[in-house]
C-alpha cells in the first residue's frame, strides 16, 4: 500500500487545525502581562484549553467506535470553527466571551486528536503509521507555531495583534472541513469482536503497559504546555527581555525547534525503530531542559531552547504509535484514554506555576525535568 495523498490530506489539514488549539500557550504569557496574574493564575488560562480532553476523550472514543473516525473529525471541525467564529461575532467584547471562544476551540482539538491519531493508521501503508504520525504532528507544529508566529508579525507588520489569529484560522478550518467532507476514507475496522465501552476502556486501563503509556501523554503534554507558556517568562527572567516586545520569541522558537524535529522524525523513522528513537529524542530533551540552568547569555538560552523542542517533538507520536501498535484491535479505546490525558496540559502548568511562585521561576522548570525523566525512564520498559 503507497500513501493515497488525496486521502491524507485532509488527515494532515487535520493536524494543522490540531495545533490552533495550542493557541493558549502562546496567550498566556500575554494575558499574564496585560492583567498582572500570578504564575499560578496564569496556569489557568491553559485550563480552559484543555479540560475538555479529560472530560470528551473517552465519551467521543466510544462514538467514534459506532460512528466512524471521519464523523468525529468532522464533528472536531464544525466545533473549532465555532468557538473562532463567536469572537469575531462579538467584536471581542468581552474576557468571559473569549473564554467561551477557547473552550470551544479546545473542544474541537479533542475530537480532532481523538479522531486523527487513529484514522493516521487507515490512510498509511503498513509500517509507515509512525512516520505519518510523526509527518502530522509536524503540520500540528505549524498550527502550533502560528499562535506565537502572527501575533508578532501582526505587531510588527500590520498594526494588529493577536486578535488576527481567529479570522484566519476560521478559514483554514473551514476549508479542511469541506475537503474532509468529500474525501472517501475506508476506516479499518477492530478485530477485537466486541465494541468499545466504558467497561472496556477501563480495563484498559488496568493493563499496566496501557497505563503507563497514558500516564506518559499525560506529563508530556503538560511539559509542553508549559514550556510554550513559560519560555518568554524565562527570557524576561534570566535576560531581561521585554515580555510583551520580545518574550514571544521564546515560545516562537520552542516551535520552530517543534517542526523541525518532528520533521527529522518522520525522516529518521524510515530506517530506525520507534523504540529506539523514543530513547534518544527522550534524552536529548533532558539535555536540553538542563541547558535553561546552565546558560549564560541569551544566545545559550535559544540553544538550549531549541534542543528542547528538537527533543519534545518526536515523544507524542512515539508513546502513541508505538502504543496503538502494540494493540491495533483496540485502537479507538487506546485514542481515547491518550486523548484524555492531554489534560495534562491543564494541570501540570499549574503545578509548574504553584512552584514558581513558592520558590522560583527556575524551580518551575524542575517539574518539566521530572515529567521527561519519567518517559525516558520509562522508554526502557520491555512489555510482557
Known sequence: MKNNYLKSGPIFLAFLCMGFGDVVGPLTSQLQAEYELTNFMA??????????????????????????????????????????VLPILGNFSSFGLLLGSLLLLGTGATLLQVAGNPIMRDVSPEGKYSRNLSFGQFFKAIGSLSGALLPLLAAQYWGL?????????AVIVLIAGVYLWFVKIEEKKDDSGSPASFG???????????FFMVLAIFLYVGAEVSMSAKLPNYLEHKFNFDIQELGLWGTLFFFL??????????VILNWMSPSRFLKITTLLALVGIAGLYVATSATMGF??????GLGFANIFPLVFSITIDAMPERSNEISGLMVTAIIGGAIVPVIFGAVADIFSLMA?????LVCIGYIFGLSFYKRK
Not at 161 to 169: E, S
Not at 200 to 210: C, E, F, G, I, Q
Not at 303 to 308: D, K, S, T
Open 43 to 84: 496556569g489557568l488560562v491553559t485550563f480552559m484549553g484543555f479540560i475538555m480532553f479529560g472530560l470528551l476523550s473517552v465519551p467521543m472514543g466510544l462514538v467514534q467506535d459506532r460512528k466512524g473516525k471521519k464523523f468525529v473529525l468532522l464533528l472536531g471541525m464544525i466545533t473549532a470553527l465555532a468557538g473562532l
Open 200 to 210: 472496556s476502556v477501563l480495563a484498559l486501563l488496568k493493563n499496566p503497559y496501557v
Open 303 to 308: 540553544v538550549a531552547i531549541f534542543v528542547i
Open 161 to 169: 495583534d493577536w486578535k488576527l489569529l481567529f479570522p484566519v484560522y
Open 364 to 368: 518551575g522548570f524542575i517539574v518539566t
Open 257 to 266: 525547534a517543534l517542526m523541525t524535529g518532528r520533521f527529522l522524525g518522520g
